[in-house]
């Protein structure tokens, strides 16, 4: 297991090169606390589900370094105000109306809130103190990438996960080219050209969440966090905090079962699997099931460009390192910052009232050419946008704290050397809530 390196002193920027560009102080948009031996932080606009935008994201970035850099802080948590959501997604309408607004200029300063974006989420991906999201409510584009990339990931009854980015003729970006495409088989390109979204324990078995709590039991939570890692000289914090939340950590609930499991788990996999977005439709429309119908109306509907994009930018970054594929993002979203299909999507979906259907170009599947996926995917040809030079040097293929539920490949990895009934056995001496039923699922499946 590669170890994350640690972000000393020295390798800090001088904060004042991290300082908002805002620097009014009655702005509440995110809020910082201690409480024993947690930093916690906040994010504050309730009645935009707490979407960031650029005011946020300078808060976010030196407040962080500022966690790290504090001895007395051992762990830090995420959670977001109002109770309804944990971050909507980044206030994708404003950066468009810029676009709309200033031509160029808009593009470019849409494309620095996207490398602002990314350098905290490489951040957050990279920390040496461990880092709880509390994915309480709606957690969907911007949120996810603050908070998936975490190596604990809090869902409740309440979590709604999605990256819904190709819904605005864009791609599932802050990382989700790399996270996605590490998800079991090919349950992350189908959320990713789809918008599928997840409730609750789903976020659980799909792997995206570490644990599972109910909301009303996040208050004690916290408490129990910052009594214990102010108490605490343990060398492992990142093992102290995951023995904290087992404490309160529940089972899915009476009944449950994995909505993307069993056969539509292998269907999944079978039509996702393909490698270009043509292909992927033609085999929905050949199986001709109520829920390849459904996924087959659904991709037809977003931007032709953004679904072949999409589907080849999950296939890229799933050999690339954290950083790496971050770095590329930046690249990608900056090609969106002037592609007509991004302001049309936001638009018709967003900012018209009531919205209307975009109309995206080109319309349809069949007019996209690889050509066209390989410009995109390619950087900027004189690009104006300065090179993104992340804080942390930390790069990794693989996630290196692992405290979910175990991934299929490491389930069939058991059972390759050793027999079903082993196998189970192997996975039930952790202890752990859905253990069991995630591995029989597994066997039965295979």
């Known amino acids: 297991m590669p170890l994350r390196a640690k972000i000393n002193n020295s390798m800090l920027p001088p904060l004042s090169m991290l300082e908002a560009k805002s620097n009014n102080e009655t702005e509440n948009d995110v809020l910082f606390a201690t409480n024993g031996g947690i930093g916690i932080i906040e994010l504050n606009r309730p009645s935009k589900l707490n979407s960031l935008n650029q005011s946020m994201i300078d808060k976010l970035t030196p407040n962080v370094l500022e966690y790290v850099k504090n001895d007395s ?108 495409s590490r998800l079991d088989g090919e349950i992350g390109t189908y959320l990713a050209l789809t918008s599928a979204r997840l409730k609750g324990y789903d976020v659980v078995s799909a792997g995206i969440a570490t644990h599972y709590i109910p909301s009303d039991r996040l208050p004690a939570l ?24 087992n404490e309160f950590q529940a089972d899915a609930p009476e009944g449950y079962k994995f909505s993307l499991g069993g056969e539509t788990r292998k269907l999944i996999d079978r039509v996702f699997g393909k490698n270009t977005i043509q292909e992927v439709v033609a085999e929905l429309e050949k199986d001709g099931s109520e829920f390849s119908i459904a996924s087959k109306k659904t991709i037809l509907a977003r931007s032709p460009t953004s679904v072949a994009v999409t589907l080849q930018a999950l296939r890229r970054g799933k050999t690339l390192g954290i950083s790496e594929a971050l770095d590329k993002e930046y690249r990608l979203s900056e090609n969106f910052m002037y592609h007509h299909d991004f302001v049309e999507g936001v638009s018709a979906k967003l900012i018209s009232k009531p919205a209307r259907i975009p109309k995206y170009i080109p319309a349809k599947l069949e007019s996209i050419t690889q050509k066209d996926v390989d410009v995109m995917l390619a950087t900027k040809a004189n690009s104006p946008s300065p090179d ?4 942390n040097g930390e790069d990794f293929l693989d996630y290196p704290y692992k405290f979910g539920l175990p991934t299929e490949q490491e389930v069939l990895s058991v059972l390759s050397k050793g027999t079903k009934q082993q196998t189970v056995e192997y996975f039930k001496s952790n202890n752990k809530p859905g253990v069991s039923r995630k591995v029989a699922e597994v066997l039965e499946r295979n």
Do not use: W
């Open 388 to 391: 993104i030079k992340f804080i």
């Open 73 to 180: 802080v051992k762990a830090i948590v995420l959670k977001g105000a109002g109770g309804k959501a944990l971050c909507a997604g980044g206030d994708v309408a404003a950066l468009a109306s810029g676009i709309t607004k200033d031509g160029e200029a808009g593009s470019i300063n849409a494309t620095t809130f996207f490398r602002d974006e990314y350098l905290l989420v490489q951040l957050i991906a990279t920390l040496s103190k461990p880092y709880v999201a509390l994915m309480h409510g709606i957690t969907m584009g911007g949120g996810v990438g603050v908070s998936v990339h975490a190596p604990f990931r809090v869902a409740t009854e309440k979590t709604l996960f999605a990256m819904p980015e190709t819904d605005i003729g864009f791609f599932p970006d802050v990382g989700g080219t790399y996270f996605l």
């Open 222 to 245: 916290e408490k129990r966090l910052a009594e214990a890692t102010a108490n605490s000289s343990s060398d492992n914090q990142f093992e102290l905090v995951n023995s904290v939340l």
